[in-house]
């Protein structure tokens, strides 16, 4: 009789390992991203197991897994992406790049620092709003948009470059001009084409004779101008604009 219930567990273990065999399959497939390019390094594992891989140099991968269990692809940088098995064989999954919500960054005298951390008083003006407003020379994109800041041609002479008075006119006959500094360059504003300006940071207070010292009592004027982006496509762009000036006749 013990031989017989031997037999019978010995039959029951055999018939579920062939039942739990049957159900897990071997799972392969590839991972790009959406350019199509393969994926190196992307964990791909099993929701509540330790099980898991990591795919190739070409971005292929294995692993086994049962119909009712779920796979997690996960990548820095990526969005994290699952899969219920099911009846599938061949999973490939196209992973998407994450989109971050980065706070604006302010370029100061020794990099850029995130705007909610800094304490001077600093105006930026960014490259959007200064194709929006049509100018036709860098210095009159600060037009109206920093607080506290004149800009005026001398003379009302018709062509000439504007003078910008930051600090106010702290001496009466010595210079009152800012620093300007065009990607670290000090240069005059009037050969930059506000069209190639990606953004402009007016340094106001005291601060800044810490970092550019006596030379930025008059405030300083930061530029910062177009660079060239090697996951992007050329782009070609091209405006025209005709303005006329006149004096008044007395």
Same mark, same amino acid.
């Given at each position: ?10 039959? %029951? ?12 399959? &071997? ?49 820095? %940088? ?18 998407? &790049? ?30 959007? &709003? ?7 020379? !860098?210095?009159? !994109? ?16 018709? %062509?000439?470059? @504007?003078?910008? /008075? ?11 001009? @800012? ?30 004779? !810490?970092?550019?010292?006596?030379? !930025?009592?008059?405030?300083?004027? /930061? ?28």
């Amino acid at each position: 009789m013990k031989r017989i219930i031997h037999y019978l567990l010995f039959a %029951g273990a055999l018939l579920f390992s062939v039942s739990v065999s049957a159900q897990t399959q &071997e799972i392969t497939g590839k991972v790009p991203d959406v350019s199509g390019k393969p994926l190196q390094g992307v964990t791909v594992f099993l929701q509540g197991t330790s099980t898991y891989t990591v795919s190739n140099n070409d971005g292929t991968y294995s692993i086994s897994a049962n119909p009712s269990q779920i796979i997690t692809f996960t990548a820095i %940088g990526f969005v994290t992406t699952e899969v219920v098995v099911a009846s599938q064989k061949v999973i490939n999954i196209t992973l998407e &790049e994450e989109v971050f919500n980065v706070d604006e960054l302010l370029v100061i005298g020794y990099g850029s620092q995130s705007k909610r951390t800094v304490t001077s008083s600093i105006a930026k003006v960014s490259g959007d &709003e200064i194709r929006n407003s049509t100018v036709t020379s !860098a210095t009159d !994109a600060l037009k109206g948009k920093v607080a506290g800041a004149r800009i005026f041609s001398p003379n009302n002479t018709p %062509g000439a470059e @504007p003078t910008i /008075l930051i600090r106010g006119g702290s001496s009466i006959s010595g210079n009152n001009d @800012p620093l300007i500094l065009v990607d670290g360059i000090e240069r005059d504003l009037s050969g930059i084409n506000p069209n190639d300006i990606e953004s402009m940071e007016v340094l106001k207070d005291a601060a800044s004779s !810490a970092i550019y010292g006596s030379r !930025a009592s008059n405030g300083v004027v /930061l530029v910062t101008t177009k660079k060239g982006n090697n996951n992007s496509a050329p782009r070609i762009t091209f405006e025209a604009n005709m303005a006329v000036e006149s004096t008044e006749r007395n």
